[in-house]
């Protein structure tokens, strides 16, 4: 492909060769994109160490949807540059960990337009590296980038989009506000698990939920916002509203579910603005409409968020398991807010 002509900036612009290289063959920082033979090599922790370090999970295992071997976190890494890694630690870790360590109350007293941004290139930074550690990118070299833009199963726009987000802190690109994807954060109070620390991503809709002690970060990477517009309006917080982990857990799934309802994707692109001559990510959204859910795709959801939770869970005053509620779209924790059937923890 050739580059278009506003993207002249080899720094800013990674064409979908490299970006295929950088995703399948780990030969080259996935920040600066040069090889990793040429540089200092760090190995970059999917998760953060100062989550790990918190949290201690250097040796708690992760479990990924695609890859269900046991993983220790601590050894759950990626090679990155020993320049790119400072860098990150400098403009990405450091504030957000100051944005975030003090709780769910001090974050919102911070969230500016700056600290939504922040936020939003973390995330995706994080949901990347899952991804890619997860080997969910189905990806065959041999073929390389006809067949493999052509391949249905793999939205390479998006995944290139999160990639020029991750790595906004180096190419210094703006976020413009309408790229911001949809986002709630959940004050929670549960104290049925004694674990402070909760992960998910829903790879298939770039949907991801990471929880920090009583702080919940529910976010959409790729749909600018719009699922929001047409989340059922029982799962959507109140203010002083606080939340079991089950009940997050919900918010995730239908959100997650909620994106694959929107007709016309938003289209990214990256530009260089004349003015200041930086780079900048925008979207182009389409006109707005909503189909209809698919209720096999929901459930297939609903069962992703909480396959761990699945052997714990019955449903109060029935015999039906959890799975069979979720297959049937029954389940639900949010129950004060409409009467459908309601799941209950079974300790
Ligand atoms: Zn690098």
């Not at 920082?29 to 090599?41: A, G, T």
């Not at 529910?218 to 079991?244: C, K, W, Y």
């Given at each position: 492909?050739?580059?278009?002509?506003?993207?002249?900036?080899?720094?800013?612009?990674?064409?979908?060769?490299?970006?295929?290289?950088?995703?399948?063959?780990?030969?080259?920082?996935?920040?600066?994109?040069?090889?990793?033979?040429?540089?200092?090599?760090?190995?970059?922790?999917?998760?953060?160490?100062?989550?790990?370090?918190?949290?201690?999970?250097?040796?708690?295992?992760?479990?990924?949807?695609?890859?269900?071997?046991?993983?220790?976190?601590?050894?759950?890494?990626?090679?990155?540059?020993?320049?790119?890694?400072?860098?990150?630690?400098?403009?990405?870790?450091?504030?957000?960990?100051?944005?975030?360590?003090?709780?769910?109350?001090?974050?919102?007293?911070?969230?500016?337009?700056?600290?939504?941004?922040?936020?939003?290139?973390?995330?995706?930074?994080?949901?990347?590296?899952?991804?890619?550690?997860?080997?969910?990118?189905?990806?065959?070299?041999?073929?390389?980038?006809?067949?493999?833009?052509?391949?249905?199963?793999?939205?390479?726009?998006?995944?290139?989009?999160?990639?020029?987000?991750?790595?906004?802190?180096?190419?210094?690109?703006?976020?413009?506000?309408?790229?911001?994807?949809?986002?709630?954060?959940?004050?929670?109070?549960?104290?049925?698990?004694?674990?402070?620390?909760?992960?998910?991503?829903?790879?298939e809709t770039q949907t991801i939920m990471i929880r920090l002690g009583d702080l919940a970060i529910i976010a959409n990477l790729s749909d600018s916002g719009r699922s929001m517009d047409i989340m059922h309006r029982f799962v959507l917080p109140t203010r002083q509203e606080r939340f079991t982990i089950l009940q997050a857990l919900e918010i995730c799934a239908d959100m997650s579910a909620t994106t694959t309802?929107?007709?016309?994707?938003?289209?990214?692109?990256?530009?260089?603005?004349?003015?200041?001559?930086?780079?900048?990510?925008?979207?182009?959204?389409?006109?707005?409409?909503?189909?209809?859910?698919?209720?096999?795709?929901?459930?297939?959801?609903?069962?992703?968020?909480?396959?761990?939770?699945?052997?714990?869970?019955?449903?109060?005053?029935?015999?039906?398991?959890?799975?069979?509620?979720?297959?049937?779209?029954?389940?639900?924790?949010?129950?004060?807010?409409?009467?459908?059937?309601?799941?209950?923890?079974?300790?």
């Amino acid at each position: 492909m050739t580059p278009p002509p506003y993207l002249n900036d080899p720094k800013v612009y990674i064409d979908t060769d490299t970006f295929i290289d950088l995703v399948s063959k780990k030969t080259r920082c996935l920040i600066c994109c040069e090889p990793l033979d040429s540089k200092v090599v760090n190995r970059e922790h999917v998760l953060p160490k100062w989550i790990l370090r918190k949290y201690d999970l250097y040796d708690k295992e992760v479990s990924l949807p695609h890859d269900y071997h046991g993983r220790r976190y601590g050894r759950h890494t990626i090679p990155c540059c020993k320049d790119c890694n400072s860098m990150l630690g400098r403009k990405l870790e450091q504030p957000v960990r100051r944005l975030m360590e003090g709780g769910h109350s001090k974050l919102l007293r911070h969230l500016d337009g700056d600290a939504q941004r922040l936020l939003f290139a973390w995330r995706s930074w994080i949901f990347l590296k899952f991804l890619i550690k997860d080997g969910a990118i189905p990806i065959n070299p041999d073929h390389r980038v006809e067949a493999v833009m052509q391949d249905k199963n793999t939205d390479w726009a998006t995944l290139h989009h999160i990639h020029c987000l991750a790595r906004s802190p180096y190419t210094g690109a703006h976020i413009a506000p309408e790229v911001l994807g949809s986002i709630v954060i959940l004050a929670i109070d549960d104290d049925r698990y004694r674990e402070d620390f909760d992960f998910v991503t829903v790879h298939e809709t770039q949907t991801i939920m990471i929880r920090l002690g009583d702080l919940a970060i529910i976010a959409n990477l790729s749909d600018s916002g719009r699922s929001m517009d047409i989340m059922h309006r029982f799962v959507l917080p109140t203010r002083q509203e606080r939340f079991t982990i089950l009940q997050a857990l919900e918010i995730c799934a239908d959100m997650s579910a909620t994106t694959t309802r929107i007709k016309g994707k938003p289209v990214y692109s990256t530009r260089i603005e004349q003015a200041t001559g930086r780079p900048s990510i925008h979207a182009d959204l389409p006109v707005y409409e909503a189909n209809p859910v698919d209720p096999g795709t929901r459930a297939a959801i609903f069962e992703l968020v909480y396959r761990e939770h699945l052997p714990h869970l019955k449903i109060a005053g029935s015999d039906m398991s959890a799975l069979q509620a979720i297959k049937e779209n029954r389940l639900t924790f949010l129950e004060h807010r409409i009467s459908r059937a309601a799941g209950e923890i079974e300790e």
